[in-house]
């Protein structure tokens, strides 16, 4: 892994990696650039989850040093694996990240033919990889590609799966690797956690990965977890126990596939890279923060699901929380997986709970969207929330007194998940007197669609007077990076393929996450229920007030509001 002593200029890192040449002492290749020297380690399976930095070298190095590995797919005939973690796959494919050294084994209950089973997942691949299609780079993974028929709850299964992938490990020189991805509805996490477990403690028992020949060290096992984790916080709880008896927490990747996306991570750039922004992140300047998370379509035909889930499990414990915690933490003291994970976990333990359940419906507003219970798969008393809006504050130094407005929704009148940051108002003199028409200063982190971010500024309007308006510099992505950002999935499975948990949750941030969350659905239990709210609206009119109530309203989001764009 790259071991890289402050914080790089990717550009500049980019461009530097050409010359790549091995540091006599250590015989590690190094990358000399007019800047900086980086001294890049031989991969190890170092059991040290925080040897990881955020920031990657040049692609050509990263390929370099991604590891031999086998990888299993549980659940590989559904919807995730044909559209996100193929897709994926074959990206990385496309940009020589994987190594020779890899396999992939599907594994399903049902039957597969495995020509069959190749045919779909490149249809899946046409339809929803970001790079184009190239009949070669197909070619070569669709020949690492197999299927295993198996049960997930029988030992006898997976020891046929442990036979097969020593057999495929031998064949593709994986050394012992094992990379397990839960990708099944959420039931079937435990049992595979058990007979993994089973698995491990064979392995360990032997002292060697079994693929490997006499002598070599045995390799490593990691395994990623799909959402949702859990149901609520006793649930997530023996989750994590379990992962626990079976395995080190560094072998265990959660996935909150939110903070794959390339703004999500923009976020602690643009906060600890800008001398800018940090001495006004505080409770002096900030009026107050909101995030939304807002969906155009319905539950469509996952009503089944989402009855056992609705919007605060779905989006506001794992998703909103992630980003809240970005927005809100400390600098940590390296870039490094635990390093940041720890102060994500320290926000996440100052977020105020409700003394009570008087509380938690005061500053908690429920929705429900016209017409949600006549979807297919839904009760028709149903009491399910599809929108939810909260206030919330994080009591510390740095943010006591700064309401959190968080809230997200289903039928809503565009797809858009935002943070809105915003300042106090400056003094009533000068510009601001009589009547305040000056506007407060204002970033918006656009995670997607359209990822940007925007600071609203006031300027004085050309010609006579003092007239002010507010202007908005804007920096869009698309426009400013060279192509399009890497799908969330694939930086993840990358980064897990490196062993870098920097981007998933630890056990920790869960189960706090959860904690709070828990208080609050116990206070719904008996609550009336969500107040109905039209499709195509901005949700209920009860979630306006919860924010008027505080002489604020919520952002709107629309691209141009504003009269002089300023492009980064
Ligand atoms: N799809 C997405 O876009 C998405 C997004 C975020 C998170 N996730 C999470 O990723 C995981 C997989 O999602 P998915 O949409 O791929 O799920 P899915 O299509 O419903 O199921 C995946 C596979 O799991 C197997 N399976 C095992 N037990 C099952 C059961 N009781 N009911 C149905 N299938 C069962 C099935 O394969 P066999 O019958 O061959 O065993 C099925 O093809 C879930 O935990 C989900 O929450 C999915």
Request: hydrophobic fraction near 40%; charged fraction near 25%; aromatic fraction near 10%.
């Amino acid at each position: 892994m790259a071991e890289i002593s402050t914080a790089i200029n990717p550009a500049t890192a980019t461009e530097a990696a050409t010359d790549v040449s091995t540091d006599g002492a250590t015989g590690a290749p190094t990358v000399m650039t007019s800047e900086i020297t980086t001294e890049i380690t031989p991969f190890s399976d170092s059991r040290d989850g925080d040897s990881c930095p955020i920031i990657h070298l040049a692609e050509s190095q990263v390929a370099r040093d991604t590891p031999p590995c086998a990888m299993t797919i549980f659940g590989a005939t559904g919807d995730l694996t044909q559209r996100k973690l193929m897709p994926a796959l074959y990206d990385l494919a496309e940009q020589q990240l994987l190594p020779d050294e890899f396999v992939i084994l599907g594994y399903g209950r049902r039957p597969q033919d495995l020509e069959q089973f190749r045919a779909d997942l490149a249809a899946g691949v046409r339809e929803f990889a970001r790079l184009k299609w190239d009949d070669r780079v197909w070619q070569w993974l669709a020949e690492r590609i197999f299927y295993q028929q198996g049960a997930y709850d029988e030992a006898s299964s997976f020891a046929a799966l442990d036979a097969r992938l020593d057999e495929l490990g031998r064949h593709f020189h994986t050394r012992g690797n094992r990379l397990y991805y839960m990708a099944t509805p959420p039931g079937e996490f435990a049992p595979i956690i058990e007979n993994l477990g089973q698995l491990r403690e064979a392995d360990r028992a032997h002292g060697r990965g079994p693929a490997n020949p006499p002598g070599e060290p045995r390799g490593w096992w990691r395994l990623i977890i799909e959402k949702p984790f859990g149901s609520n916080l006793n649930s997530a709880h023996s989750l994590n126990e379990l992962l626990g008896r079976c395995f080190n927490e560094n072998e265990v990747f959660r996935i909150d596939h939110y903070l794959g996306k390339e703004t999500v991570q923009n976020i602690l750039a643009l906060r600890f890279a800008n001398a800018i922004f940090e001495p006004i992140w505080n409770n002096r300047y900030i009026d107050h923060v909101q995030i939304a998370v807002a969906e155009k379509v319905g539950v469509g035909r996952r009503g089944g699901y989402y009855e056992t889930s609705g919007a605060l499990r779905d989006m506001v414990v794992n998703h909103m929380f992630q980003l809240m915690t970005l927005v809100t933490m400390e600098a940590p003291v390296t870039l490094t997986a635990n390093a940041i994970r720890d102060e994500k976990v320290q926000v996440l333990r100052a977020l105020r709970m409700f003394p009570s359940k008087e509380e938690v419906l005061q500053n908690t507003v429920r929705g429900q969207y016209e017409g949600y219970k006549q979807e297919e798969g839904v009760a028709p008393d149903s009491r399910i929330e599809t929108y939810v809006a909260l206030k919330m504050h994080v009591d510390n130094w740095r943010w006591f007194g700064v309401p959190f407005y968080l809230r997200h929704g289903k039928s809503l009148p565009q797809r858009t998940t935002e943070i809105v940051v915003r300042w106090k108002d400056t003094p009533s003199v000068l510009f601001n007197q009589g009547g305040g028409r000056v506007k407060s200063n204002m970033l918006i982190l656009r995670i997607q669609p359209d990822e940007c971010f925007a600071l609203r500024v006031n300027a004085k309007v050309p010609g006579s007077g003092n007239e002010i308006h507010d202007v908005r510099m804007e920096y869009e992505y698309a426009e400013s990076l060279d192509g399009e950002p890497p799908e969330a999935y694939e930086r993840l499975l990358h980064d897990a393929l490196l062993g870098d948990s920097t981007l998933f949750t630890r056990r920790d941030e869960v189960e706090v996450a959860w904690s709070i969350v828990d208080s609050i659905l116990n206070a719904w239990k008996d609550a009336p229920p969500p107040h109905a709210y039209e499709q195509g609206s901005w949700g209920p009119q009860a979630a306006d007030e919860l924010i008027a109530r505080d002489d604020h309203r919520w952002h709107r989001p629309h691209k141009h509001d504003h009269i002089v764009h300023v492009h980064g």
